[in-house]
DNA sequence: GTACATGGTGTGTCTTGCTCACGGTGTACT
DNA sequence: AGTACACCGTGAGCAAGACACACCATGTAC
């Protein structure tokens, strides 16, 4: 058994998760760009600035304006001024944004609990001992990369 | 260990591979999309149909058409008249095409040696299992889906 | 020989994501 | 104070990936 092929199950499971979730996605009339800032709202738990959640969501300044633009517009997230900094923007989740947020939060772990929830503690220990020590070797494989270049 | 945490982590790890071959790609002048066309001709060893190459690819007919534009455009990939459907267009590497393929084919295989080449049979075998139990829950759950629309 | 299926493509749209440049605002240091 | 600088969001513009619909040329089956 090659360590290509482990690879190769790794990527077929997140696009097939990957798959269902845009999927149940469409139904709601989200995009996962969308689907994920709202999450990330809602795991935040509080109002963020556009800039915090470009952080979270690792993306520019810029496409986080375009984000809220279409969230706000759809009644998912709302904007406000920020109290202090009047350089700020606040976006926080509507009602409609929260519920849909946090019944997608319930769906992936449901997703999940189905996936892995009838593992044994042993397996689930070696699963995730073999993921980080791969994730390990990856970050290795990165710096290399970036002191030779 | 909650189950949801092991998906976080599947995750974590697709996308980290993702990110690395992506910027290994960029340095070759190539986008994922194009990548993965000259890995399936690659992986095919022989002129596929466009048609072909869509099902591989699985996206549709017309994006096939866009992509092997470009890939005829810079050199990666030629057109060729089938020798008997007179519809059909066949697309086949050009030797820069091959080389860059084979290149990429062995440099996945050493990231994945990376990865996963220090395991011992047993953590594969067991890190296998659970990936394919996990794509089993969710097969079963992408069902339950479709039947119940 | 007619009806239908298949293969590729023109046109148009949407989403994601980037850069660059800019105006408004906070902050720190003279 | 005032000046320099950093930071926040946004206007404009672009590239890539991907979809649907309509269309024409070609194969195929009846």
Redesign the pocket.
């Known amino acids: 058994m090659e360590p290509d092929l482990v690879l190769d199950k790794v990527f077929e499971l997140a696009d097939r998760v990957g798959d269902l979730m845009h999927s149940t996605l469409k139904e709601r009339g989200l995009?996962?760009?969308?689907?994920?800032a709202l999450l990330a709202l809602h795991k935040a738990g509080r109002a963020l600035?556009?800039?915090?959640l470009?952080d979270v969501?690792?993306?520019?300044?810029?496409?986080?304006?375009?984000?809220?633009?279409?969230l706000e517009a759809q009644g998912w997230a709302g904007?406000s001024a920020?109290p202090?900094?009047?350089?700020?923007?606040?976006v926080a989740l509507t009602d409609r944004g929260a519920e849909a947020a946090a019944q997608m939060a319930a769906e992936r772990q449901d997703a999940a609990r189905t996936m892995f929830g009838d593992l044994t503690e042993e397996e689930r220990d070696g699963f995730l001992a073999v993921a980080r020590r791969a994730l390990h070797g990856m970050a290795t494989l990165s710096e290399d990369r970036a002191t030779s270049s």
Do not use: F, I, N, S
């Open positions: 995009t996962p760009a969308r689907a994920g600035r556009q800039r915090e470009g969501l690792r993306c520019t300044p810029r496409h986080v304006t375009a984000l809220v633009d279409v904007r920020h202090t900094d009047r350089r700020a923007t606040l």
